[in-house]
């Protein structure tokens, strides 16, 4: 595995130059962030992207995301040119010499909490996702925490209803007739497709969400059985199912190598229910056994990109929710560390960029 950090380019508080200095990085996971979704992204665009990271002595290692448009995920008639346009923007990112690309298909939302600024007992801040605070929410009026409020009210009352005709198993055949048109694509192109799952694995808002675990991850992988069709293994997502076994996911997708990226962050389930917390990265403060994250990598002497997922925000810090600075990098030296000890306690070296 080797190690990488998101950037979310020039507006980002948080510089390349910072990223740089976090002992054992590598790689930037980044986008091209002002593309209206749909639209191709210019080969001019990502060469200037990749210029810019390689220029601060990183390497552009993973596009987190390209968006897949609503319309597709609707399955409506749009869906083809759609479809086209995103095949020619996965093309580019070959030719730029992009390995790996991640997206999600979540309908509507994308990862969702209820505060993103909860504060934890050490004082630091975090983002959380309490089941019943989000019951109270109503997506409609648009009051959701960290939500881009790129849709109208009316637009996305529109979205909302036109979803309420989407059935989970409507939003799986959407998704194969998206798949099996863009992996002959990302095939052809050198790049390797990973889906991440959805944020939190289940329904949410009268919503369909259909990557929540291993059934999922095991249908998603049959329908194009390709090495470029595989998952971004999100550990915090998954496991905030508690009825997921987020290791046991872990290795059947690393079985089948169709681990493509890795996310790796720790969650504190908490209460009766699916509630929970976004905790440090350490084992001892969630409820993921991070050295088994990790070991589980080493075991299938994993090659891929591996990024620090949310962290909290600690010593004043302030910036984009999740995405600050100073825990992610501890997050980031932590993992490489586990990484180092499981190495050695196999013999075997560090597999590095
Ligand atoms: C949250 C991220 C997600 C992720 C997308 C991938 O911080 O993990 O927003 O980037 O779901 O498409």
Redesign the pocket.
């Known amino acids: 595995m080797y190690m990488t950090f998101r950037w979310y380019g020039e507006d980002d508080p948080v510089t390349l130059e910072n990223i740089r200095q976090i002992p054992t990085m590598r790689g930037i996971v980044s986008a091209i962030y002002d593309i209206p979704v749909g639209e191709v992204w210019p080969l001019e665009r990502i060469e200037t992207l990749k210029k810019t990271v390689e220029d601060a002595g990183l390497e552009l290692s993973v596009i ?2 390209v ?1 897949v448009p609503e319309d597709i995920k609707l399955g409506l008639d749009t869906r083809d040119q759609l479809i086209e346009n995103y095949a020619q923007t996965i093309r580019n990112l070959g030719k730029a010499g992009i390995e790996t690309v ?3 298909f ?1 309908p509507v939302f ?2 969702t909490r209820s505060d993103l600024a909860y504060e934890l007992e050490d004082g630091s801040n975090a983002l959380i996702f309490d089941e019943e605070e989000v019951k109270k929410m109503d997506p409609r009026t648009l009051s959701l925490p960290g939500w881009d409020e790129s849709y109208s009210s009316e637009e996305m009352n529109e979205i909302m209803d036109q979803y309420e005709n989407v059935s989970t198993e409507d939003l799986w055949d959407n998704l194969t007739y998206f798949i099996e048109r863009i992996i002959p694509v990302a095939e052809e192109a050198g790049v390797k497709m990973a889906i ?1 799952p959805d ?1 939190p694995p289940y329904s949410i808002f009268g919503l369909p969400r259909i990557i929540t675990g291993k059934d999922a991850v095991e249908r998603f992988l049959n329908i194009v059985d390709s090495p470029n069709n595989g998952i ?1 293994m ?1 550990v915090g997502s998954y496991a905030s199912d508690p009825k997921n076994d987020t290791i046991d996911i872990l290795r059947y997708a690393l079985e089948r190598k169709r681990v493509n990226f890795m ?1 790796a962050r720790n969650i504190k389930l908490y209460g009766e229910g699916r509630s929970f917390e976004e905790s440090a990265h350490p084992s001892e403060y969630g409820s993921i056994d991070m050295y088994e994250v990790v070991k589980a990598l080493s075991d299938y002497d994993w090659e891929g990109a591996i990024r620090p ?2 962290g909290r925000m600690v010593w004043g810090e302030t910036g984009r929710p ?1 995405y600050g600075l100073y825990d992610r990098a501890l997050g980031a030296t932590y993992l490489s560390g586990l990484w180092e000890a499981a190495r050695k306690v196999a013999g075997k070296d560090y597999i590095e960029k």
């Open positions: 987190e995301s968006p991640c997206y999600n979540m994308d990862w991440h944020d971004t999100c996310h997922d949310h999740g």
